[in-house]
Nanobody, 124 residues
Framework: QVQLVESGGGLVQPGGSLRLSCAAS????????MGWYRQGPGKQRELVAV??????????ESVKGRFTISTISRDNVKNMMYLQMNSLKPEDTAVYYC???????????????WGQGTQVTVSS
């Protein structure tokens, strides 16, 4: 019913940048909060950043200052979300997941959905 597809991951050198995208499609009535999470090797999944339907942004302490105020963004017309990552460090290496809270068009149910993830590797 609802699909989330991440893209934009890859291999980047320390200090480099990447822009991740998340495309939401399917039976979507309205999207509420959207967020990026990541799971590094041997680690638990953790929050990176979220953006509400009103555009309020919150970032994890580990990325504040690097993933700045305008880093997470969304396009409510296209049902897209983006994450601009700058000054990447090896410890940012992880699978990055898109997470969306939304109302489903067909039945009005409210649900929490995850994408399959996109790998980000920061290495020289």
């Amino acid at each position: 019913q609802v699909q989330l597809v991440e893209s934009g991951g890859g291999l980047v050198q320390p200090g480099g940048s990447l822009r991740l995208s998340c495309a939401a499609s399917g039976s979507i009535l309205r999207i509420n909060t959207m967020g990026w999470y990541r799971q590094g090797p041997g680690k638990q999944r953790e929050l990176v950043a979220v953006i509400t339907s009103g555009g309020e942004r919150n970032y994890a302490e580990s990325v504040k200052g690097r993933f700045t105020i305008s880093t997470i963004s969304r396009d409510n017309v296209k049902n897209m979300m983006y994450l601009q990552m700058n000054s990447l460090k090896p410890e940012d290496t992880a699978v990055y997941y898109c997470n969306v809270d939304l109302w489903v068009f067909t039945n009005g149910n409210y649900g929490d959905y995850w994408g399959q993830g996109t790998q980000v590797t920061v290495s020289s």
